[in-house]
């Protein structure tokens, strides 16, 4: 983004030139004035003692000065204040150029990890078909029913029921929808390859990793955000249906470029829309789930993750909180 011209400055009176013709002007006219009284000048700067004169003459004079002073002031004031703001708009411009540079080299390392994550999961659910289409015709036909003689009720054979999938723990939920800090961090793609395990937060952990890329893409980081915490009670308030005024603290982003950014987005790209309230919908949903088993300490761990932030900030900018 190339850097704006600097304003130029309109052409204007000094200030010191200013007050020089203005205390001139003043021992002008006040000469003038003692001439055209006269004797009756003296009269009464007889009668009102020369302090009273020095102060006629000077105050005036040294009320110009002192205005003087305070514009002078106030001008390298706003001069210091237009500078400093160009060096932050600069230097945050700089800061943006890096993230996204740091953020472009990660990305495709982090991706190429989810996708071999997700195809080894694919492979699996297949393997797993496979099995179960090779068993399928060795099975044995049911023997017809026979009725004991003595009327009694007739035995009948059971398969064993699948086992159920174990729920995911609410560490491994926590984690996974924090994402990976780096590309070595194991403990987390181990999460998250446990995460995209259970269908429910696959849906979700997709869902947040499409909204995060598209926010780096304008140079906002969850990391970078600061928001104001909300208490357990809030979260669970808005996980049992709760919306507008009563869980207006979940909107804790208060970075205005963040919000400004995120929001004219939003209004320019349809396809970045769906995907926020899709992103929206799929937490709604699990974090309902998750919030009926969870602790207080657990709910505030997990509104540290970036999943949660970025709810946050695009609940804020969607209007949900009120």
């Not at 000065?65 to 708009?89: F, G, I, P, T």
């Not at 009948?156 to 699948?162: C, F, S």
């Not at 997709?206 to 909300?230: C, F, H």
Request: hydrophobic share 45%; charged share 25%.
């Amino acid at each position: 983004m190339p850097d704006e011209p600097a304003p130029r400055r309109r052409p204007r009176l000094s200030a010191e030139l200013l007050a020089f013709l203005l205390s001139l002007a003043w021992l002008v006219a006040l000469v003038a004035a003692f001439r055209a009284l006269g004797q009756q000048g003296m009269r009464i700067s007889d009668t009102l003692g020369l302090v009273v004169v020095a102060l006629a003459v000077f105050l005036p004079v040294a009320l110009i000065w002192l205005a003087v002073l305070v514009l002078r002031a106030a001008r390298d004031m706003r001069d210091e204040s237009l500078r400093l703001q160009a060096s932050v708009e600069g230097m945050r411009r700089g800061w943006i150029r890096e993230q996204q540079a740091a953020g472009l080299a990660l990305k495709p390392t982090v991706e190429a990890k989810l996708d071999e994550i997700a195809a080894s999961q694919k492979a699996a659910e297949e393997r797993m078909a496979m099995f179960h289409t090779r068993r399928a015709p060795s099975r044995p036909a049911p023997a017809e029913e026979t009725v004991p003689q003595d009327g009694s009720q007739p035995v009948l054979a059971l398969e064993n029921p699948a086992p159920a999938p174990e729920p995911l723990p609410p560490t491994d939920f926590i984690r996974a929808l924090n994402f990976p800090e780096t590309e070595t961090d194991e403990e987390g793609f181990a999460a998250l390859r446990r995460a995209l395990g259970d269908h429910g937060t696959a849906i979700l952990v997709r869902a947040a990793q499409e909204v995060l890329t598209t926010l780096a893409q304008e140079g906002i980081y969850m990391d970078d955000l600061r928001p104001d915490r909300a208490r357990p009670e809030v979260w669970r308030a808005f996980a049992l249906g709760s919306r507008g005024a009563e869980v207006a603290a979940l909107g804790g982003i208060r970075d205005r470029s963040c919000l400004a950014l995120t929001y004219a987005r939003m209004r320019s790209d349809p396809g970045f829309r769906e995907a926020a309230h899709r992103f929206l919908r799929a937490f709604d949903r699990r974090f309902t789930v998750f919030e009926a088993s969870a602790s207080d300490g657990e709910i505030a761990q997990f509104a540290e993750t970036r999943s949660a932030r970025a709810f946050m900030l695009l609940g804020r900018v969607t209007g949900i909180f009120g």
